[in-house]
Nanobody
């Protein structure tokens, strides 16, 4: 069973930055898609950013383009989300997840089968 553990969330003022980390229990395969998703109270879980573990492809939600950067450290088996210029509307629980299918890069949360427990990000005005 693959285990994912998010960290790095917290309270930050609008305009500030946070870096989220997701530690993966097993060596990730290059064919995996690794993603960040978020869910605010009363809302559906939504796509934030995804990356092929190989680094060959990335996709970002329109709401975060130019502000967030997804990356990975292969040697540490860790996924990151660098969040800059944070806005109150970024407030949510952020989850990392894995889609193990090769040859695809999908942004739909239901296609991801391994999930972390989430880390809270709160952006104040």
């Amino acid at each position: 069973q693959v285990q994912l553990v998010e960290s790095g969330g917290g309270l930050v003022q609008a305009g500030g930055s946070l870096r989220l980390s997701c530690a993966v229990s097993e060596r990730a395969l290059s064919s995996y898609t690794m993603g960040w998703f978020r869910q605010a109270p009363g809302k559906e879980r939504e796509f934030v950013a995804v990356i092929k573990w190989s680094g060959s492809s990335t996709r970002y939600a329109d709401a975060v383009k130019g502000r967030f950067t997804i990356s990975r450290d292969i040697t540490k088996n860790t996924l990151y989300l660098q969040m800059n210029s944070l806005k109150p509307e970024d407030t949510a629980v952020y989850y990392c997840a894995i889609d193990p299918r090769p040859l695809v890069i999908d942004i739909r949360p239901n296609e991801y089968v391994y999930w972390g427990q989430g880390t809270q990000v709160t952006v104040s005005s």
